[in-house]
């Protein structure tokens, strides 16, 4: 949900003003926006020491530039970005609603045809994003988001970029342990199949309220994601040979994206896709209207931070960025 700005944070990037805090992660920090023309957009704001590490920049630049051929209904899709700025940032479409994640956690695990509808939508989503040339390589219940109107994958534009920093900075792979493919978990290259194993865990995730693999250390996790075979017996029955069919240690034995939507269009679902107690919360994520330039009351005056693009006059402002201390799928039918 939506936080305060801090003392620290910067009132614009970009174009862009600041409405508030969405979150937080390894990459970097997100923040509500608003365009001059009242668009509200997620600004993600790359943490600044990747940003210093040779040739981040120019990866981000290009990863964000084939992202924003992806037009898909179930992604956020990336409308502005800056690689050259003091810190590289992108904006998407935002969604107002709780991440997977987040909606397992208070309401505990989904029924069946919501978790239906979810496959269709994040495999279409996932299809789009192949299409462009993407490989999303960190799909996980943190990166899905749940809108009335169906699901949507965020975090797709600048994964590899920041694997590649990653790398270089710490030998690791980029992915959440627990949801990546076995291919990426063991260093081997990956492409669209490992989104395919990716999907498998977060549905069984959205299911159950726990990964494929259990719980543990990430070593633990890593090493049952090679080694062992996933845990589908709580599975509902209606879901366990989609999951299982996703979560086939080889690659070559995947499903495509299109096999999986082929198989999961044929029984009509509800509109009403998500249980009530999540639906019931989504207008928390809903900020208020705007009403004019000065509509965000500003608690932290004389601290204001702008963060201005390279395509406009001027540079940072007063202040250095803080280091880190649609319609839902129309018709789905149990896989078989």
Sequence with gaps: MLGDLQPEDPRSIGRYRLVGRLGEGGMGQVFLGRSPGRRLVAVKVIRPEMGRE??????????????????????????????????????????????????????????????????????????????????????????VLLADDGPRVIDFGI????????????????????????EQADGSAVGAPSDVFSLGAVLAFAATGEGPFGTGSSMALLYRTVHSEPDTTRLPA????????????????????????????ETPLAANWLPAPIAETLSQYHPPTATGPSDTPDRTAGTRTAIRTTNGAGTAGSGQWPSPSPSPPSSARPYS
């Design 159 to 182: 994964s590899r970029a920041v694997e590649a920093t990653m790398l270089t900075q710490a030998g690791t792979v980029m992915g959440t342990p627990g949801f990546m493919s076995p």
């Design 54 to 143: 040779p040739g981040f920049r120019a990866r981000f630049a290009r990863e964000v530039a084939a992202a924003r051929r992806v037009s898909g209904v179930y992604t956020a899709v990336v409308v502005d970005d800056d690689a050259e700025g003091p810190v590289p940032w992108l904006a998407t479409q935002y969604v107002a609603g709780p991440s997977l994640a987040e909606a397992v956690e208070k309401y505990g695990p989904l029924p069946a045809d919501s978790v239906l509808t979810l496959a269709a939508g994040l495999a279409e989503g996932l299809e789009e994003i192949h299409k462009a040339g993407l490989v999303h390589r960190d799909l996980k219940p943190s990166n």
């Design 238 to 265: 209606r879901l366990r040979p989609l999951v299982q069919r996703c979560l086939t240690k080889n690659p070559a034995g995947r499903p495509t994206t299109g096999d999986l939507l082929a198989g999961l269009g």
